[in-house]
C-alpha cells in the first residue's frame, strides 16, 4: 500500500510540473487538471493532499531538495573552480528538466504577479527553508574562494543569491552549445563563461 501511495503521489508530483512547464501560472491551475494530467481521480488527490496548496508545496519541495542533496554531495575536498563546475552542472541539469523552476523561485510560486494576494503560508515557509540551505551552500562554496585568493571578502547572502540565478539564468535562457542559436561553440565554453561571471560578481 505504501508503495502504491508513493507512485501516487510521484505522479501528481508529475503532472505538477508538467503543467506549470506549459508556462502556466500555480494559481490558474486547478486540482481537477492536475488529477486528469496525472490520471487519477480528483477525489483521490484529497486522499494524498488536504489543498491544493499542500500538493503544490510538497511537488515544489520533492524538486528542490533532489537539487540541493545533488549540490551537497559535490565532494567539498575539491579545488574552488573545479567545484564550482560540478556544483553549477547539477543545477544546470535540474534547469534544464525543469525550465520554470528558476521563474518560479523568483516569483515566490503563487504569488500574483500584481500583488494583489499574499502567497500561501506553507509555500513561503518552505520557499525560507530551501533558501537557507541554499545559502548555506553558497556561502561554503564562496569562502573557499576567498581562501584561495580568487575572490574578495565582503559578499552578502543577497549577493550570492544574485551571482547564483545570474548563472542559472545563463543556463535557462542560452541554448545549449548543440542548438545553433547558442552563443556558446561548446558546453565547456558556456560554462567557462557562467565561471567567470560568478567570479566577477564577486568580486566586491
Known sequence: ??????????????????????????????????????????????????????????????????QIEQMERVEQSLHFQPRFYALFAQAEERLSQQRSLLTMMLERYTCPRDGSAACPAPLLALRDQLFTRLIALLRSLYEQGVAEGILLAGA????????????????????????????????????????????????V
Open 156 to 203: 552578502t547572502d543577497l549577493d550570492l543569491l544574485f551571482a547564483a540565478i545570474a548563472v542559472a539564468t545563463v543556463f535557462r535562457l542560452c541554448p545549449e552549445a548543440a542548438d545553433p542559436h547558442s552563443p556558446f561553440p561548446s558546453a565547456a565554453a558556456r560554462m567557462d563563461f557562467c565561471y567567470a561571471k560568478f567570479c566577477k560578481l564577486l568580486q
Open 1 to 66: 500500500m505504501k508503495d502504491n501511495k508513493e507512485e501516487k503521489r510521484t505522479l501528481l508530483f508529475a503532472a505538477v510540473w508538467a503543467l506549470l512547464e506549459q508556462g502556466r501560472s500555480p494559481s490558474d491551475i486547478t486540482i481537477a487538471q492536475v488529477a486528469q494530467n496525472a490520471g487519477i481521480g480528483k477525489g483521490t488527490v484529497y486522499e494524498y493532499f488536504s489543498s491544493k496548496e499542500e500538493l503544490f508545496a510538497q511537488a515544489i519541495a520533492s524538486s528542490w531538495i533532489q
